[in-house]
């Protein structure tokens, strides 16, 4: 497993980005649900998934960056000869430094509900199948009532792979450019005596072409949306805002890593500890 293409980049900018920072946001997540798995024709599989999560401003902009381990064990029900399933342990993780060019100008960029446009630099990286993509775009910060924030993301999607048609198993070796859009939001509300939080993201990623070492097809475009709904756990069992929540994940992935007919529609148990 290739961790250390997505690890040492985030490592070399910790630092100066913790520095710098004027406001910062640190997570670990705990999932458990039973997702489909790609390839298969129908197998399912426990998936637990640990992520650490990592959002923080500074002067000119922000950072956000996630990295998930995931461990997934199939039940083995899949209808394809070839694949029938088989336990997964895997690293992925993206990463999402924006420049406000508001604050780079100082001066006000708004219009309609948009109150400031970002330039946005994401990388995504899976090293299971070595594979990195790189996605350069804008992001308008929107301003929606109740919503802690609200952006709307818009990018390339451009693949760089680095697998040989030599290499066993899946590798990615090539693939088409293509583009994605992204709405990520968070939004506190009470309930009596307690406080929670609806937030996630939605996107939709259109299809394209792809070599991979079993060949050349074509990927269907996919709509993945994960809501989580949060309970504040701390602040109704010891009294402490803002550091335990339980609650659920919400998944739906249509077209599930671009193969047209795999779908995911599963809620997952939730365990958050910010810090």
Known sequence: MKLSIFILPLLACT????????????EIHLQYGNLEQV???????????????????????SHFFFIDYRHAETNGHGQNPFNSGYDVN????????????????QSEISFGPVTDVSL?????????????WFLPGVRLSLDLPGFSFANLDISAYLNHGYGRRSDSGFKILDEEDSWI???????PFTMGKTRWYLEGHIEYLDGRR??????????????????????????????????????????????????????????????????
Not at 15 to 26: G, H, K, R
Not at 90 to 105: H, V
Not at 223 to 252: C, N, S, T
């Open 39 to 61: 390839g298969t024709n129908g197998a399912k599989s426990d998936t637990s998934i640990v992520t650490l999560q990592h959002a923080s401003g500074w002067k000119y902009g």
């Open 210 to 275: 792809q070599e991979n070492t079993f060949g050349t097809k074509r990927l269907s475009y996919w709509i993945l949306a994960q809501p989580q709904l949060r309970l504040d756990l701390g602040d109704l069992l010891i009294g402490k805002r803002d550091q335990l929540f339980i609650g659920i994940e919400y998944q739906y992935w249509r077209n599930k890593l671009g193969e047209k007919g795999t779908n995911d529609n599963e809620a997952q148990l939730l365990l958050v500890w910010r810090f």
């Open 181 to 187: 859009m992204d709405f990520n939001w968070s939004y």
């Open 90 to 105: 895997e690293f992925y993780g993206e990463w999402y430094p924006s420049f406000s060019l508001g604050k780079i100008s």
């Open 120 to 132: 946005l630099t994401g990388f995504n990286w899976a090293p299971e199948v070595d594979s990195w």
């Open 15 to 26: 630092p100066s980005v913790l520095a710098a920072a004027t406001w910062s946001t640190t």
